[in-house]
């Protein structure tokens, strides 16, 4: 069977597979070792904001106990930090390292490198058209508000 005979959400889920660990790939040659796919999930929510535990917990639909975890692997590898909350000191804040930025720029750089393989297969018009029927079905399958927002669910959780 060749690739273009499968049905549309089949063709996705390779793909995804696939691009997840070119990326991870790409980020590692960059000196970013030790990322995984979740990690992204809790950095996408740093990206505009420094929540608590609590709070990213939530966000990510997840116990504090698994967000917690998630901070704790990320603070060892040097991308997170926590910082004090004045109004109540048993509270912190997560926030992106200097790190963690670059950790976020080496992913931006590597989905951006495989976008431009895939414009130079199929040229920009095709590329665009398969971006509007993809954005369709993220509403389809209603994580449109999700994207906007930075609070896609990890589908491994």
């Known amino acids: 069977m060749e690739p273009d005979e499968l049905d549309l959400p089949s063709l ?3 793909a995804s597979g696939g691009v997840v660990r070119a990326v991870l790939d790409r980020m590692a040659a960059d000196g970013f070792e030790g990322a995984k796919p979740s990690h992204g999930y809790v950095i996408q929510r740093l990206v505009e904001d420094e929540p ?3 709070a990213l917990a939530e966000s990510l639909g997840i116990t ?3 967000a917690s975890k998630q901070v704790r692997d990320l603070e060892q590898l040097g991308y997170v930090e926590r910082t004090a909350v004045p109004e109540d000191q048993r509270a912190r804040r997560i926030r992106l ?3 963690g930025r670059a950790l976020l720029e080496s992913g931006r750089a590597a989905r951006a ?3 431009a393989e ?3 297969r199929v040229g920009p018009r ?3 058209s398969a971006k509007k029927v ?5 509403e389809v399958v209603e994580l449109g508000d999700r994207v906007r927002t930075r609070t896609v669910p990890d589908p491994g959780q």
């Open 118 to 120: 895939v414009v130079e």
């Open 97 to 99: 390292t200097s790190s």
């Open 64 to 66: 504090q106990q698994g």
């Open 134 to 138: 993809l954005a369709a079905l993220l």
């Open 113 to 115: 490198a495989l976008e």
């Open 12 to 14: 996705i889920v390779l």
């Open 52 to 54: 608590t535990i609590t």
């Open 126 to 128: 095709t590329l665009a």
